[in-house]
């Protein structure tokens, strides 16, 4: 009777195993799928900004050219959230939800929505920052899955940052900044009173906001990836507080 249990036991943890291994098997193809698909499509906009910058000799009119596969690509980086939310990569949901919201915000609710800054030299340089950092980022990613990391990639991935980081949140800060005559003269996004919802929203004083979030959200940030370089390139252990 008991040998017939303990069967029974052994049979039923085996057939879990299995049941985890294909969805290890699942999760790894997909991941690995998503980002060669992403590190192709950073290469495209990176290759698609060279060639423009080299046939007309100047930065404006890049973002244009390249304006429907960027948002594209990085509406798509929406779906790395869902990845942390149900497990399937090992990074807080938290952090990886302020990077990506507030890349997508950039695109569409600044750079898409305000035409007016899209020849400013702040664009182009948070577009480069971009460009760089995610294919670095996701060649890094599908590399590692593929158990076939070399080490200029993983050294790329934990060393470039240090300068790329704050320069992308210099543009983006830049870009902002350059927004706000054009957003406060228009009223766009911008609900007044009286209206049938009683509710007010002032887009212009929203942006002010969204800027000075920056001062308490980048540092976080920052140090966050240095204690990664730190444990990844150096070997420290590094004990995080929970998110």
């Known amino acids: 009777m008991a040998s017939g249990e303990e069967d029974g036991a052994v049979e039923e943890k085996e057939t879990n195993n299995k049941k985890k291994r294909t969805k290890s098997a699942i999760a790894t193809a997909w991941l690995t799928f998503y980002n060669i698909a992403m590190t192709a499509g950073w290469l ?3 290759l698609a900004m060279a060639r423009y910058y080299l046939q007309k000799g100047t930065h404006k009119g890049v973002y244009r050219s390249i304006a429907r596969t960027l948002k594209f690509f990085q509406t798509f980086a ?3 959230v869902g990845h942390c939310a149900i497990g399937i990569v090992r990074t807080s949901v938290i952090v990886t939800g302020v990077q990506v919201c507030s890349r997508i915000f950039m695109v569409w609710f600044i750079t898409n929505s305000i035409r007016q800054v899209q020849n ?11 460009t ?3 294919i670095t980022r996701y060649s890094f990613y599908t590399f590692k899955l593929l158990n076939h ?23 983006e800060l830049m870009t902002i900044y350059a927004a706000l005559p ?4 228009s009223g766009m996004y911008s609900l007044r009173l009286p209206n049938k919802y009683n509710v007010s929203f002032d887009y212009y004083y929203f942006l002010i906001i969204v800027m000075l979030s920056y001062i308490p959200l980048f540092p976080q940030l920052y140090f966050h990836m240095l204690r990664q370089r730190r444990r990844v390139l150096h ?3 590094i004990v995080e507080k929970d998110e």
């Open 44 to 46: 495209v906009l990176a």
């Open 78 to 80: 929406v779906l790395e």
């Open 120 to 130: 400013q030299e702040s664009v182009i340089l948070f577009l480069v920052v971009w």
């Open 132 to 134: 760089v950092t995610e």
């Open 149 to 171: 990391l070399p080490y200029f990639i993983k050294w790329a991935r934990y060393n470039l940052f240090i300068v790329m980081y704050p320069l992308g949140v210099i543009g």
């Open 182 to 185: 054009y957003v406060r003269r």
């Open 235 to 237: 070997g420290e252990v």
